[in-house]
C-alpha cells in the first residue's frame, strides 16, 4: 500500500475515533447532572484520537526503516541472486538498480541482472507493504477501541491528554538536543581515527597545511592546522567585527533614541531582512564589487602584488552581512534598560548623548557583549564568503591584503575531493570540524553567561 494512502486511513481512523468518543462524552454530560463529567466531551475525543494514531505513526516509522532490508533479504533468496558478486561496490550498485527499477523510479539498468532480479524486488515490496500497512491498521483500531472503552463520567481524560501534550511538546524539544549530540559524536569518533595517525600537538600548533601532499613516514608535517586557526580569527573575529560591531551599534543607538517613530517602523524591518539574505549573495558581492576595489586601492598604496581575493575583502563584506545580527541584539538590550534610569537621566540636566553614553550603554553592555560574541561565533562558521572571496592560502599573516584561508574553507576542500573516506585527509575535516565546534560552543556558553549576569544585576 502507498504510504500517503495509508497515513490517510491512519488519520481516518483517528477521525472517526475523535467523533465517536465526543458523541460518547455527550451523551454521558446530557444524561448526569450538571458539572458530574470530569472533562469535557472534545478532550475525551482528543484522548480516543491520540490512542488510535499515535502508536500506529510510530509502527510506520519503525517499519519504514526495517521493512527494505527484509525486502532485500527477500530477494537475495531467489536463484538469480546467485549470480551477484561478493560483497563490494558492483554488488550494492545491482541491488539498487534493481530496486529503482521496481519502485518505478528507473526504467533501464546498466547490469542485466537488475533487470532479472527487480520482479522479485516489486513482489517482495508489495508484500512487506501490505503487511506493514495491515499491522499499522490494527493497531490503529485496537488502541482505539481501549481508549474508547475508557470513557466514562470519571475518567480523566483532560489530565492524561495533556501529559501526552506535554511529552510530545519534551520530545520536540528535545530533537534539536540530540541532533546536536549526534553531530558531535560523528565528530568525535573520526577525530579520534584521525588523531591515531596525526598527533593532535603537530595538528594544533604545526604552521605548514598542505594537505593535497602528506608524507607517509610523518603526516602531522603537512597537517598543521594554526594557519587555519589564525585566517578564521583575522577574518572572522578581527575584520568582521571592526565593521559589524560600531555599525550596528550605531544604528541600534540612532533607532532606539534618536529616529523619528515612522522611520523606525521601517528602518528595522528593513535591516533584520539584511540578515536574510543567503550568504552566496554577499560572496557574489563580495567576489565582484568589493575585492577588485579593495584590490585597486591596494595597488594605489603600492602594494603591486594585491588581489582581488583577500582576507579584508572577505572580512569586510562578512562584517556587512552580521551587522543586522549585532543591530538587532544591542537595539533589545538598550530597550531592556529601565526607562525610568533614562528619565532620571534626563531630569538631572543630562543631554541624551550624556544618558547614552553614561548611562544608557555601560547597563546594555553585558547584553551588548553577548550579542557580539554570538556574532563572532556566526562569523567564524560562515563559508560561502570566504570561499567565494578569499584564497585557499593558509598563511599566517596580519596583512589584510594577503590571502588568507579559514577553518570551514579547507573542509569543503577537503570533503569534495576523491579521496578515500579514511584517509588522514578527508579525516582532517572532522578534526577541523570538531575544533570549530567546541570553539562556537565556548563562545556560545560565554555569551549565555554573560546574560545571566546581566539579569542578575537588574535583579
Known amino acids: 500500500m502507498n504510504l500517503y494512502a495509508l497515513l490517510f486511513l491512519i488519520f481516518g481512523l483517528g477521525l472517526v475515533a475523535w467523533l465517536s468518543a465526543r458523541a460518547r462524552a455527550s451523551r454521558m454530560a446530557h444524561a448526569l447532572p450538571a458539572r458530574s463529567l470530569h472533562s469535557l466531551p472534545g478532550q475525551h475525543g482528543w484522548y480516543v484520537a491520540t490512542w488510535a494514531v499515535v ?8 517499519w519504514w526503516n526495517i521493512s527494505p532490508g527484509l525486502v532485500t533479504e527477500a530477494a537475495l533468496q531467489t536463484p538469480a541472486a546467485a549470480q551477484l558478486p561478493g560483497f563490494g561496490f558492483e554488488r550494492e550498485t545491482i541491488l539498487n538498480e534493481a530496486r529503482s527499477i521496481a519502485e518505478g523510479r528507473s526504467y533501464g539498468a546498466f547490469y542485466p541482472l537488475s533487470e532479472q532480479l ?12 501490505w503487511i506493514g500497512a495491515l499491522i499499522a491498521l490494527i ?48 565528530l568525535i569518533f573520526e577525530s579520534v581515527r584521525f588523531f591515531r595517525i596525526v598527533p593532535i600537538t603537530d595538528f594544533l600548533f604545526g604552521l605548514n597545511w598542505s594537505p593535497q601532499v602528506i608524507r607517509a613516514d610523518d603526516p602531522g608535517a603537512n597537517l598543521g592546522a594554526l594557519p587555519l586557526f589564525w585566517g578564521t580569527f583575522f577574518i572572522g573575529a578581527v575584520i568582521a567585527m571592526i565593521i559589524a560591531i560600531p555599525f550596528g551599534l550605531m544604528s541600534a543607538i540612532y533607532l ?93 540636566g543630562a543631554t541624551t548623548s550624556e544618558t547614552i553614553s553614561r548611562v544608557l550603554i555601560p547597563a546594555a553592555l553585558p547584553g551588548v557583549v553577548a550579542g557580539v560574541l554570538l556574532a563572532v561565533s556566526r ?52 578534526a577541523l570540524g570538531l575544533t570549530l565546534f567546541m570553539i562556537t560552543l565556548l563562545l556560545n556558553i560565554v555569551a549565555l553567561r554573560v546574560v545571566k549576569k546581566y539579569r542578575e544585576a537588574y535583579e
Open 256 to 348: 532606539t533614541q534618536y529616529a523619528p517613530r515612522t522611520f523606525r517602523a521601517w528602518m528595522k524591518p528593513t535591516l533584520e531582512m539584511l540578515a536574510g539574505v543567503p550568504t552566496v549573495v554577499y560572496g557574489y558581492f563580495a567576489a565582484l564589487t568589493v575585492g577588485p576595489l579593495i584590490r585597486d586601492f591596494a595597488v594605489s598604496l603600492g602594494f603591486t602584488f594585491a588581489s582581488s581575493e583577500s582576507a579584508l575583502s572577505a572580512g569586510i563584506v562578512m562584517g556587512i552581512m552580521i551587522i543586522p545580527f549585532v543591530s538587532s541584539m544591542a537595539d533589545d538590550s538598550i530597550a531592556a534598560v529601565p526607562t525610568a534610569m533614562r528619565d532620571g537621566s534626563l531630569a538631572m
Open 379 to 430: 562569523a567564524i562558521g560562515e563559508t560561502m564568503i570566504v570561499v567565494m572571496a578569499a584564497s585557499g592560502a593558509a598563511n599566517i599573516t596580519l596583512n589584510p591584503f594577503e590571502g588568507a584561508t579559514t577553518v570551514t574553507k579547507q573542509i569543503v576542500d577537503l570533503l569534495t575531493g576523491e579521496t578515500a573516506f579514511d584517509s588522514p585527509k578527508t579525516l582532517a575535516a572532522f
Open 139 to 186: 493497531l490503529a483500531f485496537a488502541f482505539g477501541a481501549w481508549a474508547f472503552t475508557r470513557v466514562k463520567p470519571d475518567f480523566r481524560a483532560r489530565t492524561k491528554f495533556e501529559r501526552a501534550l506535554m511529552l510530545l511538546l519534551l520530545i520536540a524539544s528535545l530533537i534539536a538536543i540530540l541532533t546536536t549530540l549526534g553531530i558531535f559524536l560523528s
Open 55 to 62: 502508536p500506529a505513526l510510530l509502527f510506520v516509522a519503525i
Open 118 to 129: 527487480a520482479p522479485t524486488y516489486a513482489a517482495a515490496i508489495s508484500r512487506y507493504s
